[in-house]
């Protein structure tokens, strides 16, 4: 079984940075795709960026130029640096780890971004 666990949410103020950390543990895995998605209040979830093992990335519009993704593949470590967030970038954050034809998925940590 492969467990992911994320840290670094929190409260941030509009135009303040967070860093996300998702790092995977337990059975033997290597992930192909890593990423983030988020799920607002009242809201579906959505991708928010994805990066393959090639280092290929993909950003969701709304945080394009504002959040970067990037991974320590032998760590199993994803990360997500958010700068420039504002109110709208306020939901759960969960990781997201596939290979091996199986996905896997973090608790979640909160972000909120206080205006």
């Known amino acids: 079984q492969v467990q992911l666990v994320e840290s670094g949410g929190g409260l941030v103020q509009a135009g303040g940075s967070l860093r996300l950390s998702c790092t995977a543990s337990g059975s033997i895995f290597s992930p192909t795709v890593m990423g983030w998605y988020r799920q607002a209040p009242g809201k579906q979830r959505e991708l928010v960026a994805t990066?393959?093992?090639?280092?290929?990335?993909n950003y969701a519009d709304s945080v394009k130029g504002r959040f970067t993704i990037s991974k320590h593949y032998a760590e199993k470590t994803v990360y997500l640096q958010m700068n420039n967030l504002a109110p709208e970038d306020t939901a759960v954050y969960y990781c997201v780890q596939s290979g091996s034809s199986m996905v896997y998925w973090g608790k979640g940590t909160l972000v909120t971004v206080s205006s």
């Open positions: 990066i393959t093992n090639g280092g290929s990335t």
